[in-house]
């Protein structure tokens, strides 16, 4: 009986060394294969449902640098599909909330996905919670220093001049509005972005002529 025990387990020895060999050998899935084809066909689907608008809770933006050819905000336009942004509402602006100047700065809270659900960034943790998460401040315009530019991503500061204190949006920005061909940390080239994005507050600049100065003189 003991020398049966003995070959039994001997036997599964061997299995258990065959299958963990097997496991070592097998080659395992890129998860960003095919990314920016996959990306490609996201964010026309994206479109596709903005465009239709059959919620009526999308805004579908043109790029602001390509503004002045067109009035940016309408639903229909010749440009590409890759020169938008799209933005689903989750919550409206609040009574009174104003939309900020390229000049202005902008407090929010957001979280930043691939496509792949994937968090690439986040200014809060869990379910957002306006009384517990304090919101980030950005500069809308872009600042450079010692030659280094240093601002938000054209698909930010396309979205944000459109929104208004308190509205909160899904945010869906093609790669072209984000980061294009370039990989940064934890976002492959060619990502398309996508946001949970709350505008909290705009700040506009201090100086004689800023319109704080004048909002508070009306």
Known sequence: MSKQILWLVALLLTFSVGFSSCAEDTPTADPYENWQARNEHYIDSIAAVATTNASGNWKRVLNYKLQSQNQGTSLGGDFDVNQYVYMEVLEPAEEGGIAPLFTDSVSVYYRGELINGEVFDQSYTGDLDTEVHEPT????????????????????????????????VRLYIPANLGYGSQSKTSIPAYSTLIFDLKLEKVIHPIGPDDRSRALQEE
Do not use: P, S
Request: charged share 10%; aromatic share 6%.
């Open 137 to 168: 401040t950005f500069a809308l315009q872009a600042t450079t220093t010692n030659g280094l530019t240093d601002g938000l991503i054209v698909g930010w500061v396309t979205a944000l001049q459109q929104m208004k204190e308190g509205m909160r």
